[in-house]
Every structure is written in structure tokens, then in C-alpha cells.
């Protein structure tokens, strides 16, 4: 089936730092890649996607780029603020009944 | 747009009691909506995807007759969690398929319930 690996946690870093969070999957077919971000007590926004091979997503500095060479859509930032710190998830929808397969979570920390 | 609400956000109950948890799509039409549970520190656990006009779809080892989803409208699902016991306690968080989108689309995501049985 389908599964998402994520750079295990928890990451701490200083302002203005630069920013990688791995993501990895496995799926059939081609599915769509997306981040999600969880502020503590809330649900989870969506952060940004890519559904196709060589897109780009980005959002508020973040990107992620869909490389289906190395089934990889790895998280990045130049600069993060301390206002970033939160629970970053990796996900796909696949082709299985469009069902959604999320990694295991990334808690980042920023201190100013 | 694209807004996904929940009612209520926190619920405390005794065990043995039931509590149902509304999940609306407030500005857009959705025929699949989708039930997560997470655990503290923990992803998100998909426990069962919900049609419009028809059964849930639950998952491996979700029982049906303990969770209980009914999609009434294409805005409204709801979650009945019969004879709560505290290892129900959990953050319970449902997301929503628009109706014009494909099988790949994004899922919006509601705020969450934070349920607590006593």
C-alpha cells in the first residue's frame, strides 16, 4: 500500500535558519503530494501541494518540489521565523479510492 | 474558501454516554468527507470516508457500530462515538473533498474535537 516517510523529529533551529524537512513515499500510480501544518490544538492546514512530476509548490517561503525520479518532496525554507514552529506533515492522495496517506509528523521549533 | 468547521471543538463526557461531532463544509459542496484520529504527538489515523446518500466506508479494525457517521446533506457529516469509554479519548478531525474536484484534490481540514471521557 501506500506510506509517506518523514525525517524524524523533533528539529529545533534559530531564526532566519535554513530549513529541510525529508519526505519520502510509496504509492502506485501517480498521486498528489501535499504539506500540512498543525499549530498546537488545531486541525491541519494545508501548506502546499504538487500533483504532478517536477511541480513546485510553494507557499509564505515555503517550497517542495514533486521528484518522481526519487519519490521524494522534501520541505524547505531559507529563512524560518519563530512563528513557523509547529507539526509539519507530509501526505499523498493516492489512487486508492483518493484516500490520503500522511507521514508520521515533523515538530519544528524555532528560537529566537 | 474552502472552509471545513467543527461543532464541538472540546467535549468532556462520562463513559458510557454517546457524543456526536459535526463536521460542515461552510462554503463549498462536498460528496466525501473523511474521519481522522489522532493521538498526542501522533499522525493522523483515517478511521472511515463518508458519501452523501450512502454507507460509510470504514477502516480496518474501526468499529462501525461504535463510531457511527452519517452524511446527511452534501455539508453536514457527523460522527457518534456510542458508549464512550476513555480510551476513546482522543482529537478527532474530519476534512472534506470539494464536489467539483477529482479522487486527487486537496482535502480541507477542520479545526478538530478534542473529546475527553471520564
Known amino acids: 500500500g501506500d506510506s509517506v516517510t518523514q525525517m524524524e523529529g523533533p528539529v529545533t533551529l534559530s531564526e532566519e535558519a535554513f530549513l529541510t524537512i525529508n519526505c519520502t513515499y510509496t504509492?502506485?500510480?501517480?498521486?498528489?503530494l501535499f504539506w500540512y501544518v498543525q499549530y498546537p490544538g488545531e486541525g491541519l492546514q494545508l501548506l502546499l501541494k504538487a500533483t504532478k512530476a517536477d511541480d513546485k509548490g510553494s507557499n509564505k517561503g515555503f517550497e517542495a518540489t514533486y521528484r518522481k525520479e526519487t519519490t521524494s518532496f522534501h520541505l524547505e525554507k531559507g529563512s524560518v521565523q519563530v512563528s513557523d514552529s509547529a507539526v509539519y506533515f507530509c501526505a499523498l492522495t493516492g489512487t486508492n479510492a483518493g484516500k490520503s496517506t500522511f507521514g508520521d509528523g515533523t515538530t519544528l521549533t524555532v528560537k529566537p | 474558501g474552502a472552509v471545513v468547521s467543527q461543532h464541538p471543538s472540546r467535549v468532556i463526557c462520562k463513559s458510557g454516554t454517546s457524543v456526536k461531532i459535526e463536521c460542515r463544509s461552510l462554503d463549498f459542496q462536498a460528496t466525501t468527507m473523511f474521519w481522522y484520529r489522532q493521538f498526542p504527538k501522533q499522525s493522523l489515523m483515517l478511521m472511515a470516508t463518508s458519501n452523501e446518500g450512502s454507507k460509510a466506508t470504514y477502516e480496518q479494525g474501526v468499529e462501525k457500530d461504535k463510531f457511527l457517521i452519517n452524511h446527511a446533506s452534501l455539508t453536514l457529516s457527523t460522527l457518534t462515538v456510542t458508549s464512550a469509554h476513555p480510551e476513546d479519548s482522543s482529537f478527532y478531525i474530519c476534512?472534506?473533498?470539494?464536489?467539483?474536484?477529482?479522487?486527487?484534490?486537496?482535502?480541507?481540514f477542520g479545526p478538530g474535537t478534542r473529546l475527553t471521557v471520564l
Open positions: 504509492a502506485t500510480g501517480y498521486p498528489s
Open positions: 476534512s472534506a473533498r470539494t464536489l467539483s474536484g477529482g479522487a486527487l484534490d486537496t482535502q480541507y
